[in-house]
T-cell receptor, first 116, second 113 residues
Framework: NAGVTQTPKFRVLKTGQSMTLLCAQD?????MYWYRQDPGMGLRLIHY???????AKGEVPDGYNVSRLKKQNFLLGLESAAPSQTSVYFC???????????????FGPGTRLLVL | AQSVTQLGSHVSVSEGALVLLRCNYS??????LFWYVQYPNQGLQLLLK??????LVKGINGFEAEFKKSETSFHLTKPSAHMRDAAEYFC???????????FGKGTHLIIQP
């Protein structure tokens, strides 16, 4: 199993450009998440999905859109990039709620995005 | 709603000394608690997790953490630090729902030779 993979690994954008980050998992997980990591801020949840065709907002959703057309993929879109969106983006997935199970949330390797 | 406070953005210890990284949480529901480690320019790796079984949890690389409900704490310890332990450590909390983990701001562990 490849686990959670992210494409691309690194990207430079100009202000106003758009792009899509791809997250893929091969573990048949229902839940998928997008986080951003900024220095001194930890990881903050952008959007998440509890299954194919569903999405929900997290803590910092503004400026981002997401789609989950296939169970194994979770796309994060920036329609008009801003310098404040310069960050490291992590995707994560897990199978089910944590209660009573040995569930683990798995993270991808991250995508570094620089918006000039 | 949940929240996590990690005390100390930077912690420095000598090689061979005790490592103690502090984490306090707030949760309106029984919490599930996690420690993740991030090495430079890498992703997050799970160190250990508390999911309502034993309150003393042992993880990888010699780390352990104790869940103390009365103190709302989940501090991470290691008896003897190694140079390879230098990294960023994140404490995280979740409830029993689909909501993502809520992370603390992280503690950068520095190991002095």
């Amino acid at each position: 199993n490849a686990g959670v993979t992210q494409t691309p690994k690194f990207r430079v954008l100009k202000t106003g450009q758009s792009m899509t980050l791809l997250c893929a998992q091969d573990m048949n997980h229902e839940y998928m998440y997008w986080y951003r990591q900024d220095p001194g801020m930890g990881l903050r949840l952008i959007h998440y999905s509890v299954g194919e065709g569903t999405t929900a907002k997290g803590e910092v959703p503004d400026g981002y859109n997401v789609s989950r057309l296939k169970k194994q993929n979770f796309l994060l879109g920036l329609e008009s990039a801003a310098p404040s969106q310069t960050s490291v983006y992590f995707c994560a997935s897990r199978k089910a709620p944590f209660s009573g199970r040995q569930e683990t949330q798995y993270f991808g390797p991250g995508t570094r995005l620089l918006v000039l | 709603a949940q929240s996590v406070t990690q005390l100390g953005s930077h912690v420095s210890v000598s090689e061979g000394a005790l490592v103690l990284l502090r984490c306090n949480y707030s949760s309106s529901v029984p919490p599930y608690l996690f420690w993740y480690v991030q090495y430079p320019n890498q992703g997050l790796q799970l160190l250990l997790k508390y999911t309502s079984a034993a309150t003393l949890v042992k993880g990888i690389n010699g780390f352990e953490a104790e869940f103390k409900k009365s103190e709302t704490s989940f501090h991470l310890t290691k008896p003897s630090a190694h140079m390879r332990d230098a990294a960023e450590y994140f404490c995280a909390v979740s409830g029993d729902s689909a909501d993502g983990l809520t992370f603390g701001k992280g503690t950068h562990l520095i190991i002095q030779p």
